[in-house]
């Protein structure tokens, strides 16, 4: 980065399970991850669902004697905000150093959870056998500091439970809100209070309107419509349509877009290699320079 701010890059963009094929590549089929770095070398990742592996490739490449040090904050612990951990090769270097952050559920903390999906009846590479430096933490509702960042956590409406996040770096704030129901006939106080005046809500928009209507009532995910509500109310600079159902081709997400940028003209459907950069005093800039294909990505 050439002056002060962040850059937010989305690296898996889907819900459930990836999905491959011809008909998925204008978004991508990865499962849930982002990664933001500041002007000051913080690096944060945002769920590790497939596209982590992406990233760790990446990481590689850019600091080939190790180092890299990072924070890696999960939402929750769905199969599709975990699926990438194995596959994420800058854990199996000792010279490197991660912490990893999320929730404890019911009856299970959070770093036994982790080790369980990755015991020898699920994968045969442990936690133990990834080399690099690990540090567990688990996290409830509260306001931490990260490096520069100042992160508060709220507790969303999920099955299972689940965690968003607000991001405050250099003047500009950033939430992350996936996986969260709105059942609200207006506004959800808990996503307003959480995005109030952000410069950017990413929000879980799962299903379509009717999807939703149909009978998804319950499953713990919202609509574009939700996500528009809730932005309109917080005050938010721009939003970001966000972890798409693994049933929704390219062609289906072109219209979701459309009926979503009638009433939000400003809102942005994620995409694979998307980068949002954040700066003070500016708005959100979308750049898919990186994306692959179509006017889309």
């Known amino acids: ?129 990834m080399s690099a430096e690990k540090l567990f933490r688990s996290l409830a509702e509260e306001e931490l500091k990260i490096g520069n960042l100042t992160i508060r956590s709220r507790r969303l409406n999920h099955p299972g439970g689940c965690l968003g996040y607000r991001i405050e770096y250099a003047g500009n704030s950033i939430v992350y809100a996936t996986d969260h129901e709105h059942v609200d006939t207006g506004a959800d106080p808990v996503i307003v209070d959480l995005a109030r005046d952000a410069d950017l809500l990413i929000f879980d928009c799962n299903y379509t309107p009717e999807e939703y209507e149909e009978g998804r009532q319950g499953w713990g995910h919202s609509t574009w419509a939700h996500a528009i509500t809730n932005a309109r109310e917080a005050n938010v600079g721009r939003l970001v349509l966000f972890h798409h159902d693994q049933d929704h081709s390219d062609e289906q997400m072109d219209r979701i877009v459309a009926d979503a940028g009638q009433q939000c003209p400003s809102c942005v459907a994620a995409c694979e290699d998307m980068v949002i950069r954040l700066r003070p005093e500016r708005p959100p800039m979308v750049d898919r320079s990186l994306c692959v294909v179509g006017i889309t990505r």
């Open 1 to 129: 980065m050439n002056d002060k701010g962040m850059d937010l890059r989305f690296w898996g963009v889907r819900g459930g399970i990836p999905t491959p094929g011809a008909e998925y590549t204008r978004y991508g089929g990865n499962t849930s991850c982002l990664s933001l770095t500041t002007d000051q070398g913080d690096l944060l990742i945002l769920d590790a669902g497939t596209g982590i592996r992406r990233l760790g490739n990446l990481l590689l490449l850019k600091h080939p004697d190790g180092g890299i040090d990072a924070t890696i904050l999960f939402s929750h612990l769905h199969w599709d905000h975990i699926q990438g951990i194995p596959f994420f090769k800058p854990l199996f270097d000792k010279r490197n150093r991660f912490t990893l952050m999320g929730q404890d559920s019911r009856d299970v903390a959070f770093k036994d959870s982790l080790q369980v999906q990755q015991s020898s009846n699920f994968f045969p590479v442990d936690l133990n056998y």
